[in-house]
């Protein structure tokens, strides 16, 4: 009896993939492409990893509002209503979900508030366009400049609060609950 595995013709597929996604990563080389450990992961999984390291080695770094077409150009603030900013806003929300870009914490920020930052950070910071199906950019909307105060007093849980405490000796703003709640466009962490 032969102890000799012959493989099945989807693995000999998913390893010459293999060899031709490590081929084409060859120019980017480096530690997190040697951290991939064979011995631990299928070849499936190993492909789509190495696959992902390839799509964002290749991205082009854009202003988000040139990931449009023709590019996503909004009113200056000061220039539109209330009423106009809301449907704009919502217009935009879709648009940017639309690209696999997600907007995260938003619930403390006003209308007005939440349109500033698309149209002052958001569209003009320039990332990598990743063109994945599964990638999706989050824009943390709490994290401004740092500060941890937004998310501590609107989104992090009691455990959460508890435990950045215990690390920190800095004064703990008062939990609230968030005054704009909305139900965004999303896709999990």
Not at 15 to 42: G, H, I, Q
Not at 118 to 143: G, M
Not at 146 to 151: C, L, Q
Not at 160 to 166: F, L, T, V
Request: include cysteine.
């Amino acid at each position: 009896m032969s102890t000799n595995h012959k493989p099945l013709p989807d693995e000999v597929e998913h390893l010459l993939r293999n060899a031709e996604l490590r081929n084409e990563l060859e120019p980017y080389y480096d530690e997190s492409l040697r951290s991939v450990n064979v011995e631990e992961l299928p070849t499936p999984v190993e492909n789509e990893f190495l696959a992902s390291m390839l799509a964002w080695e290749r991205a082009p770094i854009l202003p988000i509002s040139q990931w449009f077409e023709p590019e996503l150009k909004l009113p200056h603030p000061d220039a539109i209503t209330n009423e106009q900013l809301h449907d704009l806003l919502w217009d935009t929300i879709h648009k940017l979900f639309d690209r696999r870009i997600v907007l995260d914490f938003t619930d403390h920020l006003s209308d007005r508030d939440l349109y500033c930052l698309v149209y002052r950070d958001i569209l003009p910071s320039s990332e990598k366009k990743i063109d994945s199906p599964t990638n999706f950019l989050h824009w943390d909307c709490a994290d401004m400049g740092g500060d941890p105060t937004t998310w501590l007093r609107y989104y992090a849980t009691e455990e959460e609060r508890q435990a950045w405490s215990a690390d920190f000796a800095d004064e703990m703003p008062a939990a609230e609950l968030p005054p704009y709640p909305r139900h965004l466009p999303r896709r999990p962490l």
